[in-house]
């Protein structure tokens, strides 16, 4: 009997742990945009152009001065070394594997989303043009400009050819674009990636899930409110999306730092939940408009729009699924310990305080 208490003690204390490293390190969803870059990529016969707008830290070796921009000096003392860091990490090659001669210069046209262009001053563009003496047949795009060590860094691409657009996103674990593959799938597996990168780190959404599953309750439970808050992020990440539902960032991230804090709040002091799916499918309506940020971020084709919602959407769920089952997995067995309710009250209060961190942090500090 002792031995069984240990163990599960010991299961509680890291279940408490595995909590507090999402509080450290748990930072608002739109902090990732310093970690994006942007690129507007023209296809031609013999001449790719790249409007390139990215991080000033993945430059670095040409910001003397070191105020997060590349000045047009910076830029002609580091000339030479930016062409061959940029030649290694952005490659293009045709179809027999031969690199564009590659000319650089300094654009003074940002093509970051209207979301943070406002907070663009971390950011700097480069004009890349590259050039091959023949027809360059199956293009393929290699890139590799990521921040070390930074598992949010990506690069949304939006690709131009022949009167024709689509749109990658370029992330540590989706390098490689290429002109010889089917390109419907590449975009479908690039946004469904997207999808599930994004609600793995948006520690909020997380949070948010834990707060409603911490209490229990069965898998009648566990079915409705998980139901009802993928129905009603969808419906809100498809309205906001398409434009039809437009809310100031601000106010949309300081609400659900409110959701956060209401459902960890109520579990404190509420014993009949009969009702909580109906709260859910309320609050995952203002998560959807969550999800919709990254996404109204990117200049989308409207003949890609609907599959790449559908894909981000796709990559959602199943990150959701994941946290589900995890949370699922470790909170199944509580029932048989006495200990049960002042442990779930206990995760709940941290909730509380990582809610309102947030709140205070996004209402008035952002």
Known sequence: MNAKWCRHKLDMISFLGALLLAIVFATPSFAHWADLAVAEIVIGKTQTQITLTIPTGLIALADDNHDSQLSEVEFHTHQAELKAFLGDNLRLTDGKGNRGALTIK?????????????NASSHSTLLLTYTWSLPTPGLTINYDLFLPGVSTARCLATILQAGESQTFVFTPENRRFSLIHDSVWQQTW????LGIEHILTGYDHIVFLLSLLIMGNGLSYLFKVVTAFTLSHSVALALAVLNIVTLPVRLVES?????????ASENLWQKNLQWRWLLTFCFGLIHGLGFAGILKGINIPQSNLALSLVSFNVGVEIGQVVIVASAFFLLRNLHRYSWELTFRRLVSACI???GLFWFVQRAFLG
């Open 352 to 354: 509380i305080a990582v």
């Open 190 to 193: 690039s946004f469904m990636l």
């Open 255 to 263: 609400a659900i730092a409110l959701t956060i804090i209401y459902v």
């Open 106 to 118: 300094p654009s003074e046209t940002a093509i970051l989303p209207l979301t943070i262009q406002g």
